[in-house]
């Protein structure tokens, strides 16, 4: 079983997680922070007043549901975009935004970041600490694992080297806050990574939900950042996929990548 970290009776240095961010560990800590410390209580910004739409949408049953659906949802395999953009990058402390079963969260900490991988779905955390801890247990020792609604607990402003959002697909209103919030979190001189499924994609005869809310661009992600940011890709990258029917398409991936400029002026 992994452990829910509240109270965290014998712990080496227990990490007290308030509602709904319940932090699991899936090893000894070798990290110093505290989880409560890197994000934003609840209700203190008015997130959560328009958090509504999101519930209705793709609430954590939805995702509780999808998880069960599936012993394995997604590959397995770290998305590809993270692996081009962030394989050079010196670790540091990432946050691995939606982290679903967590193989993107393993091939951070296996390069040597100490990551917070959250995701508002307990199974979903649940499948990737016990991966973690079976296929490497030296990179599980530097993964948290946060159980946690980002849009009622976004990440407190400059608090890490990396975040990554993968994929995270809410309707416009609610996507501009997190992303927003995503973006503050980034600390000077650090990195935002932000990949999503392009609009384009729905007419290619992929499975996407027929929302086309739900879908963006690069330039949308890009749009948000002010001028502390160099933004370093801002694309629609090419990639192959297969169609239900078997039909080979090329859908396109949004890739956001963007640096926050040092406070001397200069990226880092
Ligand atoms: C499409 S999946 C992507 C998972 C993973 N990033 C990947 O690429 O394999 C989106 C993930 O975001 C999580 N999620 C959705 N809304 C969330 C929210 N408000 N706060 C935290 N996680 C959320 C879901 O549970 C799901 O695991």
Not at 99 to 111: F, K, N, T
């Amino acid at each position: 079983m992994v452990e829910v970290l509240e109270e965290a009776a014998g712990a080496p240095s227990p990490i007290r997680s308030s509602q709904p961010g319940a932090a699991l560990r899936s090893g000894r800590s070798a990290r110093s922070w505290k989880i409560e410390e890197l994000f934003r209580r609840r209700d203190t910004d008015g997130m959560s007043e328009h958090n509504h739409h999101t519930e209705a949408v793709h609430d954590e049953g939805f995702w509780n549901e999808r998880y069960r659906s599936s012993p394995h949802v997604w590959s397995g395999a770290p998305n590809p975009q993270l692996v081009a953009e962030i394989a050079d990058l010196a670790p540091g402390r990432a946050l691995d935004v939606g982290c679903g079963e967590g193989a993107d969260a393993i091939w951070l900490a296996r390069r040597g970041w100490g990551v917070v991988a959250t995701d508002i779905s307990r199974i979903a955390l649940e499948r990737g600490a016990q991966h973690a801890r079976a296929s490497d247990p030296v990179a599980s020792a530097r993964i948290d694992w946060l159980h946690a609604d980002l849009m009622l607990r976004p990440p407190e402003p400059d608090s890490f080297d990396l975040v990554s959002a993968q994929f995270m697909h809410l309707t416009s209103e609610p996507r501009t806050r997190l992303f927003t919030a995503l973006a503050a979190a980034v600390r000077a001189g650090g990195t935002l990574l932000v990949v999503g499924h392009h609009p384009s994609d729905l007419a290619t005869g992929v499975p996407r939900p027929p929302m086309p809310d739900l879908f963006y661009s690069a330039g949308e992600v890009a749009g948000l950042l002010d001028d502390s940011w160099a933004v370093v890709v801002n694309e629609a990258r090419p990639r192959p996929a297969t169609t239900p029917e078997g039909i080979e398409v090329t859908i396109h991936d949004a890739v956001l990548l963007a640096t926050r400029r040092s406070v001397t002026g200069s990226t880092s």
